[in-house]
């Protein structure tokens, strides 16, 4: 899987973009948040100043005189000027009918006349603030600046009689909010950064825990099924989504594992039937097969293998000669001895079997190598594959001593079995031919000897 198409990454990264974005959604709106109020904040001091100076004309001579009116505007510009967080640049007094009366800057013309929302603080009473700053040219320095207008109305005897307009000089302001904003800045990409890698790192342990590795565990197990593992099994147990998925994984296992044993028992009991139609056909098999098969389970026992592959060892046993059902009659039960062709035709019957019982070998592996390789030899001069020493199954070795004991020891329809005795003597001189698995031919013998010691009357 390409890292792109991981599933936590086309979380994460949508995730995380989302985050960048509203953090700088965040940041921005902060700013003018910012900006606003610190605006605000200056107006009312601003607005405060011409309250104040609106105080002193409301003490001048009642005539309002220009010249007393002028000399107080320069006074108090010379003063605020000096202060930093703003500058007036011009004041303007205006007579109840708009017309300036007095301003700043004497010598020059006066500039307008109070009109239009200017014009609505001589009607209404209320102070007027500019809304937005304006871009304009300082008057002395020709320099480009950013200026606000507040113009309160001035009341004696309860009646409008003039009103008081202030050009402020917000410039010195907006230098003073560049640099707040640009320390605003540092600290809030620093705040969303570490927060996002933060976010980033939780919402990745939270994915790994919650998604990716129950996910992945689903995967393992599935993909173990279909690979015929069906015990494999779900371990993730959540009451989520994914619990679910994990629960219903395991019930189709389940399910699927009981189908398979259905028809491995279907297929089993298949091949007992032919057993026992290779009994009725040969009758020396019948009695053959049991044999080998005590034989083999006496071995088994003596060699302390688990009770599972002892029921392997007994049915494989019973079944090892099974390919026989395929060798014509004549050549079965035949008393003389065989041509070549009937020899290659009876060392035929493992493949035989190993063909009839190959669907249970994916499950029974143990019980089909039986079948396939008991005419095989430790020394590898066996058929039909030539197997050597351990290549040959455990338990195709044993049936191969206990095939080899019983044919020796066994009744057939042309000659008697020899004697326990005899045969016991022509194991212990192949004992060291090589043929069989040295342990277990030693264990075989000590085991017939401890039998006919035991039942010294049997013989
Ligand atoms: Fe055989």
């Known amino acids: 899987m390409a890292w792109y198409q991981r599933l936590s990454l086309r979380i ?3 995730l995380l973009g989302v985050l960048l974005l509203s953090s700088w959604g965040s940041f921005t709106y902060s700013e003018k948040l910012l900006e606003r109020v610190i605006l605000e904040q200056v107006q009312r001091q601003a607005e405060q100043f011409l309250v104040g100076m609106a105080r002193q004309i409301d003490h001048l001579d009642t005539s309002l005189d220009r010249l007393q009116l002028e000399q107080l505007f320069h006074q108090v510009l010379n003063e605020k000027r000096r202060q930093r967080q703003f500058s007036i640049l011009k004041i303007y007094l205006y007579n109840h009918k708009g017309e300036v009366i007095a301003h700043s800057e ?46 309160i109305p001035l009341f004696r005897g309860g009646e409008i009689i003039a009103a008081l307009e202030s050009e402020l000089d917000l410039t010195a302001t907006k230098q003073t909010i560049s640099t707040i904003d640009d320390e605003f800045e ?16 939780v919402t990745a342990a939270i994915l790994w825990l919650r998604l990716i590795r129950p996910v992945r565990s689903l995967s393992a197990v599935t993909h173990q099924i279909a690979q015929g593992d069906l015990s494999a099994r779900v371990h993730y147990q959540s009451s989520d989504e994914l619990g679910v998925l994990g629960a219903a994984v395991n019930q189709m296992a389940s399910s699927i594992e009981l189908l398979f044993e259905e028809k491995e028992r279907s297929y089993l009991q298949m091949v ?17 097969s049991g044999r080998v098969a005590h034989y083999s389970v006496l071995l088994g026992r003596r060699l302390k293998l688990e009770e599972k592959q002892l029921m392997l060892l007994r049915q494989g046993a019973l079944m090892h000669d099974l390919g026989k059902i395929g060798i014509p009659d004549r050549v079965l039960n035949k008393p003389e001895q065989l041509t070549d062709e009937e020899y290659e035709q009876m060392r035929a019957h493992p493949v035989l079997t190993a063909t009839i019982m190959r669907p249970l070998r994916e499950r029974f592996r143990e019980f089909s190598d039986i079948a396939s390789w008991h005419h095989e030899r430790w020394d590898g001069k066996g058929y039909p594959d030539g197997l050597k020493g351990e290549e040959v199954p455990l338990l195709a070795r044993i049936v191969a001593i206990a095939d080899s004991w019983d044919a020796m020891t066994g009744d057939r329809i042309y000659r008697k079995g020899m004697g326990k005795h005899k045969a016991l003597s022509i194991m212990c001189e192949e004992r060291d031919s090589g043929q069989w698995d040295p342990v277990l031919i030693l264990e075989f013998i000590a085991m017939i000897e401890g039998a006919l010691d035991a039942e010294p009357a049997a013989e």
């Open 106 to 151: 004497p010598g020059e013309h006066p500039p307008k006349v109070l009109s239009g929302k200017y014009g609505d603080v001589l009607r209404s009473g209320n102070p007027y603030h500019s809304d937005t700053a304006e871009q304009k040219r300082h008057p002395r320095s020709g320099e480009w600046i950013t200026s606000v207008d507040i113009i």
């Open 272 to 288: 007992k039937s032919l057993t026992k139609a290779l009994e009725a056909k040969d009758a020396y098999t019948a009695g053959h």
């Open 12 to 14: 994460l990264l949508p």
């Open 186 to 201: 540092a600290v809030m990409v620093q705040i969303v950064l570490w927060s996002s890698l933060l976010l980033a790192l």
